[in-house]
């Protein structure tokens, strides 16, 4: 037997002697990623090749990201996000066909009891922040209106809280309601203009982009998940394109297709209606869902 | 501006969007750290194309990891262990000139504080287990005896536990010792034949071995630390080539030239000069120290 046959382990063979040990696995999938894993991660090391105290560094700043998680923070998550690695998990599970919306993170805040409201309630229950209407359509690839597609929104307030963020300060649900389409697929309500807000950046994920000269902010956003009936559902956001961050989302959610417009309106007229006191922001936003077959 | 210039994510240039935001890191050894870390993250999530599920399950696993380590405790460094990247990160940082003896990982048993014994002092402190001899010499590459050499040696009992893991059990510094060589070279004490014993397999590594369908033994060995003035520092084990878990130490330590011979005499008159009772065990295994230019 040479070295290799005994499973002894050297710098060369490491990866065969480590992921050999695994040969009786019955889960072929756990086989398969503890196999892609081990060499992605020797690979690393053989690149970096890193003293045993950055070793050590890297193995306290796991332990401090665990010790950071809790029922109410994720660290974990949150440094998934910074990486890039929930956007590309979030693109690979949903690469769309031509002309459907695209996708982004679900993030943290989406709370699954919103209220269900009548098209065009205003989500903003504290009267705070600059007046907003927002529209569109719910549509088919083929360009038809989805009837019955089920619109739940959430957003950050106009200081970049959500509510859950603010229990006791914002009203709870503020600036969350769930609408459903009519036949035409046209959806409406009423909110106010989101703000950028920081990721969590008090602990080790946020002393991390600190030591990378990176800032913790996510541009001004409204979060989606649209559901239709024979559709995908799609969870999403529009995004503000004039925020100062919308190059730079600290979680990468930001696409092309996902910037919306807000205009500006001074209309005295419309303001009544909407019962706004004066200017008041306005998008308009097409969401289009694919079904599974395409 | 492309999306590629915006800053914008996509599948594609994932790892150039994420690793772009570092471009104003002073820290250039993060900067680079960062850099491999990421791209070779994105490389894993690319091949192995994760549901968000799996993603979910990866994000739980660690976050378990976190929670299951403590003072005493160190759950991340265990499934570096596993998985190989300790022994490869030590290796890294200990290739050896021709002749000089190998290291292998430190473990987390080390005491600082052992007390130094005269040579041919017996570190079993208790009188269990089959008595063991264990001598031969530390020498340079150029076979000269090394005067002055400290030797820290430390090891589990007959049952597989160090003296840490059952204190009240064993008496403390139970098979520990530091012992100095003189101008011969020359090293010997006594103590009992150590046995295999598992990693701590309770927690989520333990699991992930299980599911893997992999033991959590580590072959009997006797750990060293070798220090001497000129020379570098040598930590290491020697192995009892005859157990069982030889070719499958749970955390990739064994190296052939780690190999020592166990054998067993039956030699009264010795036994009698060594305070034995009956048969005893016999161990000769020399280490050869670089010189920190070799």
């Known amino acids: 037997m040479d070295a290799h046959e005994k499973g002894f382990f050297t710098e060369e063979n490491s990866v065969e002697v480590v992921t050999s040990r695994n040969a009786t696995a019955t889960d072929q999938r756990l086989k398969r990623v ?17 003293t045993q105290e950055e070793w050590m560094e890297a193995i306290l700043f796991l332990t401090r990201t665990g010790h950071t998680c809790n029922e109410w923070r994720q660290e974990f998550i949150l440094l998934s996000d910074v990486l890039g690695v929930s956007m590309l998990v979030d693109a690979i599970n949903n690469r769309k066909p031509s002309g459907a919306s695209e996708s982004t993170v679900l993030g943290p805040f989406h709370v699954a009891d919103a209220p269900e409201l009548p098209m065009g309630a205003n989500i903003c229950l ?20 989805i009837a019955n597609a089920v619109i739940d929104v959430w957003q950050a307030n106009d200081e970049g809280f959500y509510d859950v963020q603010q229990k006791g300060i914002q009203p709870d649900f503020n600036l969350r309601g769930v609408f459903r389409t009519g036949a035409d697929g046209r959806y409406w309500f009423r909110a106010v203009k989101p703000k950028y807000y920081p990721i969590p950046d008090d602990g080790p994920v946020g002393k991390l ?49 996902l910037l919306a417009k807000f205009q500006q309106v001074e209309d005295p007229v419309r303001a009544n209606e909407l019962g706004f006191l004066g200017k008041f922001w306005q998008v308009e936003h097409d969401f289009v869902l694919a079904r599974p077959e395409e």
Do not use: N
Request: charged share 25%.
């Open 209 to 257: 982009l600190g030591a990378l000269g990176r800032h913790p902010y996510r541009p001004a956003h409204l979060h989606y998940i649209i559901k239709a009936h024979g559709f995908e559902t799609l969870t999403t956001h529009i995004f503000d394109p004039d925020d100062p961050y919308i190059h730079s989302d600290a979680v990468f959610g930001v696409k092309e297709s």
């Open 34 to 50: 503890m196999e892609v894993v081990t060499r992605k991660l020797h690979e690393a090391v053989k690149e970096l090749e890193p």
């Open 126 to 145: 504290d009267q705070k922040g600059e007046d907003m209407v927002i529209g569109g359509h719910i549509l088919g690839t083929d360009g038809r209106p």
